[in-house]
Protein backbone atom coordinates (compact mmCIF):
# COMPACT_ATOMS: atom_id res chain seq x y z
CA UNK A 1 0.00 0.00 0.00
CA UNK A 2 1.47 3.68 -0.73
CA UNK A 3 1.34 6.33 1.01
CA UNK A 4 -1.44 8.21 -1.95
CA UNK A 5 -3.91 5.11 -1.39
CA UNK A 6 -3.54 5.22 2.38
CA UNK A 7 -4.18 9.31 2.49
CA UNK A 8 -6.80 8.79 0.20
CA UNK A 9 -8.82 5.40 2.12
CA UNK A 10 -8.04 7.95 5.24
CA UNK A 11 -10.05 10.88 3.24
CA UNK A 12 -12.95 8.49 2.48
CA UNK A 13 -13.51 7.70 6.08
CA UNK A 14 -13.11 10.95 7.44
CA UNK A 15 -15.67 12.69 4.58
CA UNK A 16 -18.00 9.23 5.91
CA UNK A 17 -17.57 10.92 9.26
CA UNK A 18 -18.68 14.03 8.19
CA UNK A 19 -21.79 12.83 6.73
CA UNK A 20 -23.10 10.89 9.90
CA UNK A 21 -22.67 14.00 11.97
CA UNK A 22 -24.62 16.21 9.52
CA UNK A 23 -27.04 13.70 9.55
CA UNK A 24 -27.25 13.36 13.40
CA UNK A 25 -27.20 16.93 13.37
CA UNK A 26 -30.24 17.71 11.26
CA UNK A 27 -32.36 15.29 13.56
CA UNK A 28 -32.13 17.73 16.49
CA UNK A 29 -34.74 20.19 16.26
CA UNK A 30 -34.20 23.71 16.50
CA UNK A 31 -37.67 24.86 16.93
CA UNK A 32 -38.53 24.58 13.30
CA UNK A 33 -40.48 22.12 11.76
CA UNK A 34 -38.30 20.44 8.78
CA UNK A 35 -39.26 17.64 7.07
CA UNK A 36 -35.50 16.48 7.33
CA UNK A 37 -36.77 15.42 10.59
CA UNK A 38 -38.92 13.12 9.65
CA UNK A 39 -37.42 12.25 6.32
CA UNK A 40 -34.66 9.75 6.99
CA UNK A 41 -36.69 7.86 9.62
CA UNK A 42 -36.93 4.45 9.07
CA UNK A 43 -40.66 1.84 9.68
CA UNK A 44 -41.44 -0.97 9.32
CA UNK A 45 -43.05 -1.51 5.93
CA UNK A 46 -44.42 -4.76 5.29
CA UNK A 47 -41.82 -6.22 6.92
CA UNK A 48 -38.79 -4.12 4.86
CA UNK A 49 -37.24 -0.88 6.77
CA UNK A 50 -38.11 1.53 4.53
CA UNK A 51 -37.44 5.44 5.38
CA UNK A 52 -40.56 7.91 5.48
CA UNK A 53 -39.47 9.50 2.25
CA UNK A 54 -39.90 7.08 0.09
CA UNK A 55 -43.52 6.00 1.29
CA UNK A 56 -44.69 9.70 2.39
CA UNK A 57 -44.94 12.90 0.83
CA UNK A 58 -43.22 14.90 4.07
CA UNK A 59 -44.09 18.87 3.58
CA UNK A 60 -43.64 21.85 6.23
CA UNK A 61 -46.81 23.93 6.22
CA UNK A 62 -45.52 26.29 8.00
CA UNK A 63 -42.63 26.64 10.89
CA UNK A 64 -44.35 24.50 13.57
CA UNK A 65 -46.07 21.83 11.55
CA UNK A 66 -45.02 19.00 9.38
CA UNK A 67 -47.95 17.42 7.22
CA UNK A 68 -47.30 13.36 6.15
CA UNK A 69 -49.12 12.46 3.27
CA UNK A 70 -48.57 8.49 2.85
CA UNK A 71 -49.32 6.87 -0.59
CA UNK A 72 -50.65 3.86 1.59
CA UNK A 73 -52.98 5.04 4.26
CA UNK A 74 -52.40 1.52 5.95
CA UNK A 75 -48.86 2.97 6.92
CA UNK A 76 -49.84 5.73 9.17
CA UNK A 77 -50.00 3.25 12.18
CA UNK A 78 -46.13 2.42 11.26
CA UNK A 79 -45.29 5.84 10.82
CA UNK A 80 -46.84 6.97 14.01
CA UNK A 81 -45.21 4.26 16.02
CA UNK A 82 -41.67 5.68 14.58
CA UNK A 83 -42.85 9.26 15.79
CA UNK A 84 -43.81 8.05 19.00
CA UNK A 85 -40.44 5.86 19.48
CA UNK A 86 -38.24 8.80 18.39
CA UNK A 87 -36.50 11.49 20.20
CA UNK A 88 -38.53 14.19 19.34
CA UNK A 89 -40.50 14.40 21.48
CA UNK A 90 -44.00 15.17 19.86
CA UNK A 91 -47.67 13.63 19.31
CA UNK A 92 -48.84 13.10 16.30
CA UNK A 93 -52.28 13.81 15.21
CA UNK A 94 -53.26 11.11 12.47
CA UNK A 95 -56.71 11.54 10.59
CA UNK A 96 -56.63 8.84 8.77
CA UNK A 97 -55.38 9.94 5.49
CA UNK A 98 -52.40 12.19 6.42
CA UNK A 99 -50.48 12.85 9.46
CA UNK A 100 -49.63 16.42 11.27
CA UNK A 101 -47.10 17.20 13.47
CA UNK A 102 -47.09 20.05 15.61
CA UNK A 103 -43.80 21.45 17.36
CA UNK A 104 -44.09 23.41 20.07
CA UNK A 105 -41.83 26.35 21.11
CA UNK A 106 -38.80 25.20 22.40
CA UNK A 107 -38.13 26.14 26.34
CA UNK A 108 -34.85 27.39 27.05
CA UNK A 109 -33.94 24.79 29.26
CA UNK A 110 -35.03 21.95 26.31
CA UNK A 111 -32.81 24.21 23.58
CA UNK A 112 -29.60 23.77 26.15
CA UNK A 113 -30.53 20.26 26.30
CA UNK A 114 -30.20 20.16 22.86
CA UNK A 115 -26.81 21.90 22.98
CA UNK A 116 -25.46 19.21 25.20
CA UNK A 117 -26.01 16.66 22.89
CA UNK A 118 -24.95 18.41 19.76
CA UNK A 119 -21.78 19.06 21.73
CA UNK A 120 -21.19 15.26 22.87
CA UNK A 121 -21.98 14.43 18.85
CA UNK A 122 -19.49 16.73 17.78
CA UNK A 123 -17.11 15.03 20.40
CA UNK A 124 -17.56 11.42 19.46
CA UNK A 125 -17.20 13.12 15.38
CA UNK A 126 -13.12 14.30 16.37
CA UNK A 127 -12.78 11.01 18.42
CA UNK A 128 -13.74 9.09 15.05
CA UNK A 129 -11.29 11.28 13.65
CA UNK A 130 -8.58 11.22 15.94
CA UNK A 131 -9.05 7.08 15.63
CA UNK A 132 -8.67 7.81 11.85
CA UNK A 133 -5.61 9.69 12.11
CA UNK A 134 -4.09 7.17 14.49
CA UNK A 135 -5.11 4.11 12.04
CA UNK A 136 -3.43 5.74 9.00
CA UNK A 137 -0.16 6.69 10.37
CA UNK A 138 -0.03 3.01 11.79
CA UNK A 139 -0.39 2.24 8.21
CA UNK A 140 2.33 4.84 6.81
CA UNK A 141 4.77 3.23 9.40
CA UNK A 142 4.21 -0.32 8.49
CA UNK A 143 4.72 0.43 5.36
CA UNK A 144 7.84 2.70 5.95
CA UNK A 145 9.15 -0.36 8.12
CA UNK A 146 8.96 -2.74 5.28
CA UNK A 147 10.96 -0.29 3.22
CA UNK A 148 8.56 0.56 0.65
CA UNK A 149 8.33 3.99 1.93
CA UNK A 150 11.86 6.72 2.95
CA UNK A 151 11.99 8.45 6.08
CA UNK A 152 10.79 11.63 4.64
CA UNK A 153 8.17 10.07 2.63
CA UNK A 154 6.37 8.77 5.87
CA UNK A 155 6.99 12.32 7.93
CA UNK A 156 5.22 13.81 4.58
CA UNK A 157 2.50 11.41 5.04
CA UNK A 158 2.36 11.57 8.34
CA UNK A 159 1.80 15.81 7.71
CA UNK A 160 -0.84 15.05 5.15
CA UNK A 161 -2.96 13.10 7.43
CA UNK A 162 -2.66 15.78 10.45
CA UNK A 163 -3.79 18.60 7.90
CA UNK A 164 -6.54 16.70 6.76
CA UNK A 165 -7.59 15.45 10.23
CA UNK A 166 -7.18 19.39 11.58
CA UNK A 167 -9.61 19.99 8.15
CA UNK A 168 -12.20 18.08 9.28
CA UNK A 169 -12.02 19.06 13.49
CA UNK A 170 -12.28 22.55 12.00
CA UNK A 171 -15.56 22.06 9.89
CA UNK A 172 -16.91 19.81 13.46
CA UNK A 173 -16.24 23.09 15.35
CA UNK A 174 -18.09 25.30 12.35
CA UNK A 175 -20.86 23.54 11.82
CA UNK A 176 -21.45 22.47 15.75
CA UNK A 177 -21.57 26.59 16.37
CA UNK A 178 -23.79 27.03 13.45
CA UNK A 179 -26.24 24.39 14.89
CA UNK A 180 -25.92 25.85 18.57
CA UNK A 181 -26.37 29.30 17.17
CA UNK A 182 -29.88 27.82 15.52
CA UNK A 183 -30.81 26.53 18.86
CA UNK A 184 -30.29 29.50 20.82
CA UNK A 185 -32.51 31.63 18.26
CA UNK A 186 -35.90 32.15 19.44
Not at 23 to 52: C, K, N, W
Not at 135 to 156: C, P, T
Amino acid sequence: MTAKEILKDSEGKMKKTMETLLREFSEVRTGRAQPALIEDMHIDYYGTSTPVKQIAAVSSLDPRQILIHPWDANVLVEIEKAINNSKLGISPTNDGKVMRLVFPPLSTERREEFIKVIKEMAERGRVTLRSLRRDANEKIKKVQSEGHMSEDDKFKAEQEVQKMTDRHIKDIDALLEKKSKELREV
